[in-house]
């Protein structure tokens, strides 16, 4: 989010020249000073009515690499949620060099801003920035202050300045290439082309133009389409495309695969080996009881084969539904954890929480914990979720709906939600990483959620999921190694209805077993019409997340 700074990048300095209104004594010149403490010290617009403005204009022309946005130091409706920032030489001509949202605390914000153009670094004269939005609905807009950093040398801007003007002389004759060839005055056009010695386009486009439009030579055409994707000349345009999902149906309920084939159920879990591409599914609940079966699905050979009628009997899992199940790809393991129980069964069983472990290669379940709480991990629990780290060994649990005795079981918010639980298989031994308590701020403590862990950089990330009555939809990471959460989605309405995160690219693949199996892969969250998938804006116990693939490294937000 923020921009390096080196050792010539220095604050600029700046006046406010014009503002869209402002009230009373909140001036636009405000914003010149930071103090946190003052309410007063901010601009604050007559109206939310756009466009509403403040333009900067700096003391001397600057490549401007951030800004920062101070704050008042408690929440305010009146805070920006969502601005543009744009910049130029002229205050006519001005550049968006940055959109995005701010966080309704009192944390002072730093963003990047665009300043190169086709591989050059521009210079601005002014900064003009346009609220779009305040938290408090239908509030008017405050900004408390304003920071810019950059580079003002002559040795820079003098030549920054000259390349502009350039810039701006080749897209103007540009324009009057184009308007030429449409109106297909073509020695006139080549006369211009050949005096200015400006190319209006790619050589690839300026033949394609005279195969299709001038020949209609739609054989030709084709092929320098193609021979244009071989060039890579399209990956740009393609990678800015929107990603369409696409359901491919792997077997429908009426295929039945040697007799054998799962059970109707839901509160099932599913895990993939990528590798080998296979699919585990166990247990669930079939409408009447809780279930114990572990199959293997081969998607080559689009076989189901069943594992194990009862795990109970081997030494596995009793009959469960809402537990957890993932997978260590390197050793080629299960393992299981939590399960829902009934008030029946919260009076009268012993809710011990026990830890399972399947070896695949052996098809030999061993118990490594008999009751994690007793052990120091965590309680029972259900619609939790658990993540394998294989290069330490280590299992992960977050969050989940915290079971107890009917008889003492304690309502208040803070003990209904798991915690963050790290669970070292070598040592059998637990870590609290965070208690339900401690994950009341950026971690919130949730059920419903979906957690994914990322090998390379050492991150869980959790989305969405549950908290009482609240639906959640913020999209959190937690630094193994650091033990640092970063909020990369704060689950804003106009955040929320898809996630497009550029900073990590996200891959998702889902497996989902209810009547019929089905393979979904999407790049967002986005609407499909087939299957009915939850509506409650988290991936629930049908759908398991079972890859996360991170392309690219720089955060930002794209609403």
Known sequence: MAS??????????????????????????????????DQKSRWSSETNDPPQFLLL????????????????????????KK??????????????LWEGGLQNNSQPETFSLRHTLDGHVFPCNFIKILPLQSWGQSFNFSIWYVEMWGLCSPQVILPAIEWVQQYRNQQAVRLCLKHLRQCDFSEAYEALQKKTRVLLEHPRLSELHQQLVVE??????????????EEKLL?????????????????????????????MRGGHQMCFDSENEVLYLFGGWDGSK??????????????????????SEEGGPSPCSCHKMCFDSVNKKL????????????????????????????????????????????????????CFDSVTQSLYVFGGRVLMSSNFYVKEMMNEFSGLYAYHCPSNKWSLLRSSIDSCGDLRARMAHSMVFHPVSRRLYI????????????????????????VLCDGTSSQSETIVISAIAILFLLFIFSSSSWVYFEGHFRSSEKPDLPVDGTLSLSINLVQLTLLSAQKSLVA
């Open 235 to 263: 990956d740009n345009y393609v990678a800015k495309q929107p990603v369409k999902p696409q359901w491919t149906l792997l077997n429908s309920k009426t295929q039945q695969i040697s007799g054998k084939w799962p059970y």
């Open 57 to 80: 204009r700096l003391a001397h022309p600057a490549i401007v690499h951030k800004i920062t946005f101070g704050k008042y130091e408690n929440r305010h409706v009146c805070n920006v």
């Open 83 to 96: 601005v543009e920032v744009y910049g130029g030489i002229e205050e006519d001509h001005l550049t968006l």
């Open 335 to 386: 393992y299981v954890l939590g399960h829902y129980a009934d008030g029946e069964q919260q009076s009268n069983a012993d809710l011990a929480s026990p830890l399972y472990r399947y070896c695949i290669r052996k098809g030999v379940w061993s118990v490594l914990s008999s009751d994690t709480n007793a052990d120091g991990g965590p309680q029972l629990l259900y619609d939790h979720q658990i």
């Open 216 to 229: 209609g030579n739609y054989v030709s055409a084709e092929k320098l389409m193609e021979l244009s994707a």
């Open 290 to 311: 809780s279930l114990a079966d572990l199959w293997s699905y081969d998607i080559n050979s689009a076989h189901w084969h069943q594992i194990s009628s009862d795990t």
């Open 4 to 37: 390096i700074v080196t050792e010539d990048v220095s604050r600029l300095s700046y006046s406010v020249c014009k503002w869209s209104s402002f009230t009373g004594e909140y001036l636009p010149s405000n914003i010149l000073e930071n103090k946190p403490h």
């Open 463 to 486: 989305l969405g999921g549950q908290r009482g009555r609240n639906l959640l939809s913020d999209l959190v990471s937690y630094d193994v190694e650091s033990d640092e959460v970063e």
